[in-house]
């Protein structure tokens, strides 16, 4: 008999009070990823028109704690837990907070969100089968290899 993991997949979806530019995304990635490397959590990060969309993978404590936290940073409103759900295995295990700049074009070429993204909606308007379909996107294919080549942005 095998052991579960013990491991849960959180992805919650807010709304930016002030546009993120480069600088300002550098400061936020770099301060995620050492919090996340020392909490023995993963995860990737989607930052488009103000929304944001990010996954977080790692033990149901820290992950509650941190969540915790992020429905209280003031640099967001409007969080909303999108999914939360147990996992076997990490899909973002080589990244403490993988970061892929995408455009709501690129987003609506997604199968299963074109029309979503096409009509103009945002992360914090995702129900949890179309946040599925997202964390699908970038957990294969050509998303997820977009997604470690972006992880390292740098300043």
Do not use: C
Not at 45 to 68: M, N, R, T, W
Not at 114 to 131: H, I, P, V
């Amino acid at each position: 008999m095998t052991e579960r993991s013990n491991l849960i997949l959180l992805a919650y979806s807010s709304v930016a009070i002030r546009h993120f530019d480069r600088d300002s995304l550098v400061e936020l990635l770099t301060f995620s990823r050492n919090f996340n490397d020392s909490h023995g959590l993963t995860g990737m990060l989607l930052y488009v028109d103000e929304s944001f969309f990010q996954i977080l993978e790692g033990k149901p404590d820290e992950l509650h704690a941190l969540y915790g936290r992020i429905e209280r940073d003031s640099r967001h409103t409007d969080v909303i837990k999108l999914l939360e759900i147990p996992i076997e295995n990490r899909a973002f295990a080589r990244w403490s907070m993988g970061y892929a700049k995408v455009t709501r074009e690129e987003l609506a070429k997604i199968p299963g969100l074109n029309d979503f993204f096409g009509r103009g909606s945002a992360f914090t308007e995702l129900e949890a089968s179309k946040a599925k379909v997202l964390l699908d996107a970038f957990r294969e294919g050509k998303w997820r290899r977009r997604l470690g080549a972006a992880a390292q942005l740098k300043r």
